[in-house]
């Protein structure tokens, strides 16, 4: 039954795994790992899953761009929540093998990097193969073709593997942002700590285009969290932007930015509003002078009021 | 009867009354010359008249400041005609003097930079001395008082003068810009060739503040055609602005560059959209991209279907 | 002797003669009374003056216009001091008058605002006719030709008058800002607390350009002060600017801006760096970071370093 | 001998190999394939190749982010040349293999989007693996590992394979972008149609920062071609900008913005100014008004008369 089914990206023992288990409602939910990140989106638009949890940005190798480039450009998907996860790596042996039996080792790609120092210290000369997951690397140990897997701790048990080494990263304060993805519905109520996601096409050739989106949003004191490029697959050159603002579609600022920005580029999509990950509404930054509702409200009252002659 | 009477800046044969006699109403019009500009006005405030047409900016003099300063700090009034008149002076005489009889001349103290090139080559050694008015000089000539009056060749007969030199005028394009004011109401419709005019306070000691205000116009895309700082009385740094910018205040786009002010300024004031004078639709500069009304109207529509969920 | 020759808007009794009197300088320079803004003006411009202080702001009334003008169009002078005044007047009458005895009454029309409201409170029935300055309508009341005259409580001794009322202004803080202007030269080093002025262009039909001219200054991080628009005569619509930003010329944040403006505006005017008058070095707003000497001359040198591919 | 050796990002066979041999000068050097883009860049560095030619960006998936980080971060290098292919990709077979034959096919990550649409149309069974490279996957068809791999036209000669079908791309226009690296010296001379390329990082908290980035070019003309974002490795928000801008640092109008982004970011890193590929002086975008060198230089000894007092 779809309603109850969640799709991620798997397999079983991923980081994104680990991340949808954080949700509460997991824990009554079917939780169905895909191959792929295109897989698990297609089982929401196809009805199969009532929603998919996908890795979107890392802080370490930026945006996940399969990840973004889905939402820019495939049927429309809507993000309902975020989920931000501190990432470390364990280094995953079959029962027994000691560091200096290690050869061969393996992992996702983006793992790499965020474990190529550590590698260089202690295993200069395993020789690396990437494989397609961290937990198809956990996989691939289990089955002698790679001596150790950097994966999560929590994928040793689901591969009968052990964790020689745990706390693996090299940058401090790695963690990957992983989104909540369902069919476009009503955003849930605004809960005063909010963000909002879109992506924005600029015209073909015009220098000033992005200047210009960004003042949209400086204008009605709109703050960015985030821009990330994206090409647009219409040549070197041509970018489209995807964007995560403070703030939620009912309130006037954003709304206001929003159609400002729907004016003047040529193709806006609205990914969603919803809940900023851990951050209280107490540690929210306060908004700018002349940017709250009350005053967009009484701007309008204003404004009608100056149309009517009455003042 | 109130509703049929108009007041202006007196006394008559000024420029003010010809600026006045070229509005088509003006002839089924009681016409009635005020001694100064607050006179004019409190009549219409009064409920005395139905309107006054005073000078409100003058190419080579800028700003008539109590016109400017009445409607920044006085009781409200809205402005719902402009009229534009080109300036040249005559050098009005009792019948019979000649160019080398004059030891003697006035005018308003308005007129003495329009003729001062003209003064200084061809009366050198004449005495100036201001008039409250440049009616009022032709009639100090009239009086015996002074030998010569710079007026509007119009203002002759009213005094029983001749017109010794015309079309005097230092600056080539001299004008003057009257408007005429009543009480606020419903601003007529849009023509399709609209200005809208305002005053805007800025804060205290905000160095970017005048930039914001700006800002507020061109991110919607209303140009701005006129802006005059005036000091708002409180010390010196301290300004409001009197702007004139393109558009009706039913236009989208200016009625948000509005709400924006009113929004971020500590005072707005609301002073009247009307048709602009000697420009047709066709010679109005187009809009900016994406600053249409059909344009505002899309935006809002996709907006408020991204708030539903329907997309 | 030119050079110990400093000339003042007349006539003695003046606002502008006390001001010129709180220059340490003035003791030993004969102060020479002339009939006009241009009148002492062109005295140093011809070399027959070294130096003349004339108003050019009041807080009540706006910019002198005559001052504004003649420092953009006419022959090139250099603002090297400014003087701020508190405005205050006197009732000057004939000894013996009393208020009820005061029929007519006289003053510059820059006044008449200034003592409007007091006016209509204790002399509703008197009649005002301007004078030429307030010192010229201290001298019609000693002549008879007026009761009393609204001037400079200091005026009265010259004039045989004695004050009938003192402090009389109906803004608060209404103050009038002077300056003494010399032929170009080098400015005077930095103090620390340094105003640079200017008359800037635009161009004729760029609706944008006055935002352009304002980004100039604020992308160096340098605040304006005051912003005047004039007319530049060439027609209704047609505007320079007069400006007053903070900083000294050999800044080189100040620099950089004036090169910016020289190259986007049609003409620019520089008209000197002085020190700020009444304001020490410790009550100057903080340099935005990025914007001091010292940074700019550090990433001159990175830019050097760079070009020669030394990094 | 290290100056008559370039690296590239092999192995041979890539697209890089064909971007590098559009070089004139790679006739005569000794041309080196290197397992990873850090390895052709480390052999750089370490004085052991004279150059490195690597994929900085793709017009499908965007940057490659190996290469922009090592840009950023790495040891520094200076991109001398930039070389653009447009990507079309072969299916390359074992001679015979006939399209319903194949069961399994390969290729670089890189090409999976480019082929997507073809697979699904053509090969709808077939299975999907990523190899390391395309040349890999070819090496790899050789070997019997896969039935048919997707690589340049070219390589198949190299690995005794024959193209079953050529051309294909599922995206128009798909290109990739490749920049030739040395160590840093003096930038050759500018061509009058150059780029210039910086890694700009942002203050941590301010969101107004990137918009100030942005003015800082905008203020003095400069065109952005490319703007993308990386993450720092410092946490979720934490981003720098890779940019190329149109210019040449020699030109007035780059170096005055690259000081201004040295003095407002907390650090910037110029990687280069070399001729634009496939862009003849003529298809230049003109200069906005004020923004020549003569225009810089004008304004510059303008401010030196100023500040000398000689106008």
Redesign the interface.
């Known amino acids: 039954m779809s309603a109850t089914r969640y799709t991620y990206l798997g397999p079983e023992g991923t980081f994104t795994e680990a991340a949808l288990r954080t949700l509460p409602e997991a824990a009554t939910r079917e939780l169905v790992p895909m191959v792929s990140v295109p897989a698990a989106l297609d089982a929401v638009r196809g009805g199969e899953a009532a929603a998919a949890l996908v890795p979107i940005?890392?802080?370490?190798?930026?945006g996940v761009?399969t990840t973004v480039?889905e939402l820019a450009k495939g049927e429309?998907l809507?993000i309902y929540r975020e989920v931000?996860l501190p990432i470390a790596f364990a280094l995953l042996v079959r029962p027994g093998t000691k560091l200096k039996d290690i050869k061969t080792v393996t992992g996702h790609?983006v793992a790499q990097?965020q474990v190529r120092n550590w590698l260089a210290a202690h295993l200069p000369d395993a020789v690396w193969e990437?494989s397609?997951s961290n937990a198809d690397g956990a996989r691939l140990v289990q089955e002698g073709r790679f001596d150790a897997a950097f994966a999560g701790e929590f994928a040793a048990a689901t591969y009968g593997l052990e964790p020689l080494v745990t706390e693996i990263h090299d940058?401090?304060?790695?963690?990957t942002?992983f989104v909540l993805l369902g069919r476009?519905?009503?955003?849930a109520a605004p809960t005063g700590a909010d963000k909002t996601s879109l992506v924005i096409w600029l015209g073909d050739d015009h220098?000033?285009a992005?200047?210009?989106l960004?003042?949209?949003f400086?204008?009605?004191g709109v703050?960015?969290?985030?821009?990330?490029?994206?090409?647009t697959?219409?040549?070197?050159?041509?970018?489209c932007f995807s964007v995560d603002a403070?703030g939620h579609?009912?309130d006037r600022r954003v709304?206001?930015a929003?159609?400002?920005l729907?004016?003047?580029c040529p193709k806006?999509r609205?990914l969603g509003s919803y809940p900023r990950a851990g951050v209280a509404v107490d540690d929210v930054?306060p908004l700018r002078?002349?940017?709250t509702d009350e005053?967009?409200i009484?701007?309008?009252d204003?404004?009608a009021h100056?149309?009517?002659?009455?003042?």
Chains 1, 2, 3, 4 share one sequence.
């Open positions: 940005e890392n802080s370490v190798e930026g761009t480039d429309p809507m931000v790609p990097p990437s397609a940058a401090a304060n790695a963690e942002r476009p519905a009503r955003p220098p000033g992005l200047l210009e960004l003042q949209e400086a204008v009605r703050n960015l969290m985030r821009i990330e490029s994206r090409p697959g219409q040549g070197i050159g041509n970018y403070e579609i009912t709304g206001e929003l159609m400002g729907k004016r003047i806006v609205f930054r002078p002349g940017t005053e967009f009484a701007a309008s204003w404004l100056c149309q009517d002659g009455r003042f």
